[in-house]
């Protein structure tokens, strides 16, 4: 069974900076387009960023200039750098990985992992 664990969230203030890592295990990970989402309370779950398997990567408009995703095939993780962080950056963060098979595709998820920024 495929497995992500994410890792390296927490606590920052306003400005400051965290790195999420989410370590796949059971798939073939570079064949597989990998993503963040994050979800706030009361709110849907919505892309952060995504890098697919030849490494071009989009991200939500919201985050462009400040968080970077990055992926390291050789290790089987992918990665989130937030720089500049905003309070309302806030929100659980999720691994995605994603494989395209046929006109089909299937998905998994991590557990999450929470960040909040303070004011």
């Known amino acids: 069974q495929v497995q992500l664990v994410e890792s390296g969230g927490g606590l920052v203030q306003a400005g400051g900076s965290l790195r999420l890592s989410c370590a796949a295990s059971?798939?073939?990970?570079?064949?597989?387009?990998m993503a963040w989402y994050r979800q706030a309370p009361g709110k849907q779950r919505d892309l952060v960023a995504r890098?697919?398997?030849?490494?071009?990567?989009n991200y939500a408009d919201s985050v462009k200039g400040r968080f970077t995703i990055s992926r390291d095939n050789a290790k089987n993780t992918v990665y989130l750098q937030m720089n500049s962080l905003k309070p309302e950056d806030t929100a659980v963060y999720y691994c995605?990985?994603?494989?395209?098979?046929?006109?089909?595709?299937?998905?998994?998820w991590g557990q999450g992992t929470q960040v909040t920024v303070s004011s």
């Open positions: 995605n990985a994603r494989v395209f098979i046929g006109s089909g595709s299937s998905d998994y």
């Open positions: 890098i697919t398997s030849g490494g071009s990567t």
């Open positions: 059971r798939i073939r990970f570079s064949i597989y387009a």
